[in-house]
């Protein structure tokens, strides 16, 4: 019954978001084609604003299920709307096993999942280092990435602020990654790190296209 509430709400909060989307940052999205229409996938892209979230959930042609860190899950009636719609709080302090094994089993139930591997929202609106997290969700779920790369929301909503300005936003999906083609490249030492990088190099890609 929560999960049927939750797509309800979901559906609701998309629609509310697309009337802004559309007339109120005047969004533009390139590459949607690149997201399976089904089973489990990985949407990794740059955080630079709050709003990177909502303006993704309404980009996305599949329901999607955020990972944010968890002081998010604390504030009240936000934790729980954040659950309600599928959010995964992460302990960004730590190594969260429990977190990283709740997403590897989401995805291999076939739903996708939105990650930002630099871990936090970027202080000046430039790609920061990915972390080794999303490498390892890659490397034990065995789902393809696709890079993703947001402009113009830290610009609408900057970090530290809470006013939201009408300026431009740009998403750009890109062509999925599937790390379990070659030879053995999931189980190479050090292939947490190796995939990281080359989801973060993609994303670069992706911004400077722009």
Known sequence: MTGQIGRIFYSIAVFIISIFAR???????????????????????????YLDIPLLSYSINRHADFVGKKQLFTIPVLGSLFRLLGGIPIDRDKVDRTA?????????????????????????????????????????????????????????????????????????????LDFSIGSGFLTRQGADSRITEEIMGKIADLLEAG
């Not at 094994?101 to 291999?108: A, P, Q």
């Not at 999303?134 to 696709?146: D, E, H, L, P």
């Open 100 to 176: 990283l094994r709740e997403i590897v089993r989401r995805l291999n139930s076939g739903k996708i999942i939105v990650i930002y591997p630099e871990g936090t929202r970027s202080p000046d609106g430039r790609l920061q280092p990915g972390k080794p997290g999303v490498g390892f969700i890659v490397r034990m779920s065995g789902k393809k990435v696709v890079p993703t790369a947001i402009s113009g929301t830290d610009k609408a909503m900057p970090s530290g602020s809470w006013f939201i300005r009408p300026r431009p936003v740009t998403i750009r999906f890109g062509k999925p």
């Open 23 to 49: 007339g109120f940052f005047r969004i533009k999205i390139t590459g949607a084609e690149n997201i399976p229409l089904s089973g489990g996938v990985i949407i990794a892209a740059n955080h630079i604003s």
